[in-house]
């Protein structure tokens, strides 16, 4: 490894430590990462981003932090960090497996049922590079609603990525949304868990990255895996069913809980993520 001056002394002046070597990690698309190596033996990753929104580390290394007191999932290391970068413990990656798969999907569970005090956090986050809202909601129904599916349903109606046919169909079944979705006790989710945010590490156990945390329907982190695919995923949703069975008809309701991540991407990249989310607010109209 080389030694990229301004993120070797950022992580001095955050970590007390000297950096004795550093090197670029591709694959982020918002941030920039770097691999370091400290005197002290300890790898690490840093991620920086000159411009980042008031409060958008803050919110990943909360996110971090409360996914990690569940004991359910585990999480990279939160070693510091400040309003322009976070530094966590490095990660070795590992192949997939079916072994971690089905522990993936215990453990996953185990966070769910850790619970939240409501629907929704103390904080608003980001998903993405986009704002979240997390003001809190008393129901599931009001929440997805509110803080979930209309600001970005906005958003991208606003920049044009949908359409008002489209738009038109996702209003309308937000409106039975208080039917259409089961209530259940708030789960503590990760929120954004898509398989670029799981790591399928060396020792064998996996962890998430990057998160998007709030307390909110569990259904909404299984939608997400199943939407954007993950080696080995039936393995995760029985272990996942074992361990915490699903209400009945949730395969069903899987869809619903996609229009969010469907609307947030028509939003980030436009295509024809609108019209898929469509799709589904029309089967259940």
């Known amino acids: 490894m080389t030694r990229l001056p301004y993120v070797a002394k950022r992580a001095e002046e955050?970590?007390?430590?000297s950096v004795v070597a550093t090197a670029p990690v591709a694959g982020g698309d918002i941030s920039t990462?770097?691999?370091?190596?400290?005197?002290?033996?300890?790898t690490a990753l840093v991620k920086t981003h000159h411009q980042a929104p008031e409060g958008f580390f803050d919110a990943e290394a909360r996110g971090l932090r409360w996914l990690a007191e569940a004991g359910g999932v585990a999480v990279p290391e939160v070693l510091g960090g400040d309003h322009e970068c976070l530094i966590l413990r490095w990660v070795e990656p590992g192949k997939s497996?079916?072994?971690?798969?089905?522990?993936?999907?215990?453990?996953?569970a185990a966070t769910h049922l850790a619970g939240a005090p409501s629907y929704g956090l103390d904080d608003d986050g980001f998903i993405g590079r986009l704002p979240l809202p997390n003001k809190t909601a008393p129901t599931w129904a009001e929440f997805y609603a509110t803080r979930r599916v209309l600001p970005y349903l906005k958003l991208a109606r606003d920049r044009g990525a949908a359409s008002e046919t489209e738009a038109d169909a996702i209003e309308?079944?937000?409106?039975?949304?208080?039917?259409?979705?089961?209530?259940e006790p708030p789960s503590r989710l990760h929120g954004d868990l898509w398989n670029g945010n799981v790591l399928w590490?060396?020792?064998?156990?996996?962890?998430v990255i990057d998160p998007a945390a709030y307390g909110g329907h569990r259904e909404t982190d299984l939608a997400m895996l199943s939407l954007f695919g993950l080696p080995h995923l039936?393995?995760?949703?029985?272990?996942?069913?074992?361990?915490?069975p699903?209400?009945?008809?949730?395969?069903?309701?899987?869809?619903l809980h996609q229009l969010f991540p469907l609307l947030v991407h028509s939003c980030m990249?436009?295509?024809?993520?609108?019209?898929?989310?469509?799709?589904?607010?029309?089967?259940?109209t």
Request: no cysteine.
């Open 269 to 284: 990249f436009g295509g024809g993520y609108a019209a898929r989310a469509a799709a589904i607010a029309e089967r259940h």
């Open 246 to 255: 699903l209400a009945d008809g949730w395969e069903e309701r899987l869809g």
């Open 14 to 17: 955050l970590l007390g430590s």
């Open 97 to 108: 497996t079916i072994d971690a798969a089905v522990s993936f999907g215990q453990a996953l």
């Open 172 to 183: 309308a079944v937000i409106g039975r949304f208080a039917d259409l979705l089961p209530e």
């Open 234 to 244: 039936p393995r995760v949703m029985d272990a996942y069913a074992e361990a915490a």
């Open 201 to 207: 590490s060396l020792d064998g156990v996996i962890r």
């Open 33 to 42: 990462a770097t691999r370091i190596r400290l005197s002290d033996g300890t």
